[in-house]
């Protein structure tokens, strides 16, 4: 079965500083790794996708991400977080046995504080 | 603009009446997605269709229905029989890709009184 897991339920950075937001999964076969980010009462955005390829894959407003396959692990960065960054991030794994199935974790609320 | 509405964005029910939340998409896209937020628990899939006229089960099905009648529109009925409807719902969208990310509604906030 194919799983992901967010082993914070917060994190809290203080603006300028860096942040990284944690993702491990649990797949058979290679792993198709999504992170998404929610602001309140609104819907889930894309930020980027590890398929394959290079370990750090950078995405949308200035987050990267680090594949780490001996860690079976796909955190979210950033150099430098901004207030605006406050949000809840989701990572999530799609299903390599049946493409339309996606699975999310728990969710990671991210708090910086200026 | 391409993208996924949803409607209505805040809708209150009674207690036993069923309600009926819609999902429309513009991307052309053969898969849809119904999920669940309730906090702390992430998102759980509701139901699923791959193409017109076809659609699964997800992991929390019961109480629910959908119909996939047209590729641009996936509407979900939260019937009386679910027993806690409380929650945001969010409808996604996606190609059938391996690769691809899926597209994300703006969601319905459900409240029953």
């Known amino acids: 079965a194919q799983s992901v897991a967010q082993p914070e339920d917060q994190v809290n950075v203080a603006e300028g500083n860096p942040l990284t937001v944690k993702c491990t999964y649990s797949v058979s076969g290679n792993p198709y790794l999504f992170w998404y980010v929610q602001y309140p009462n609104r819907g889930l955005q894309f930020l980027l996708k590890y398929i394959t390829g290079d370990n750090l894959v950078k995405g949308s407003y200035g987050f990267e991400a680090e594949f780490n396959k001996s860690q079976t692990s796909f955190h979210l960065k950033k150099p430098s977080a901004l207030v605006s960054d406050s949000a809840l991030y989701f990572c999530?794994?799609?299903?390599?046995?049946?493409?339309?199935?996606?699975?999310f974790g728990s969710g990671t609320k991210l708090n910086v504080k200026p | 603009d391409g993208g996924i509405t949803q409607s209505p964005k805040y809708l209150f029910r009674k207690e036993g009446q069923n309600v009926t939340l819609s999902c429309e998409q513009n991307l052309n896209h053969d898969a849809m997605y119904w999920y669940r937020q309730d906090p702390g628990q992430g998102l759980r899939l509701i139901y699923y269709s791959q193409i017109v006229n076809d659609f699964q089960k997800g992991d929390i099905a019961e109480g629910y229905s959908v119909s996939r009648e047209k590729k641009e529109s996936f509407p979900l009925t939260v019937t009386s029989a679910q027993k806690n409807p409380t929650a945001f719902y969010l409808c996604?969208?996606?190609?059938?890709?391996?690769?691809?990310?899926?597209?994300f509604g703006p969601g319905t906030r459900l409240t029953v009184l």
């Open positions: 996604a969208s996606s190609r059938p890709t391996s690769t691809d990310t899926q597209y």
């Open positions: 999530a794994v799609r299903d390599i046995n049946n493409f339309n199935k996606f699975y």
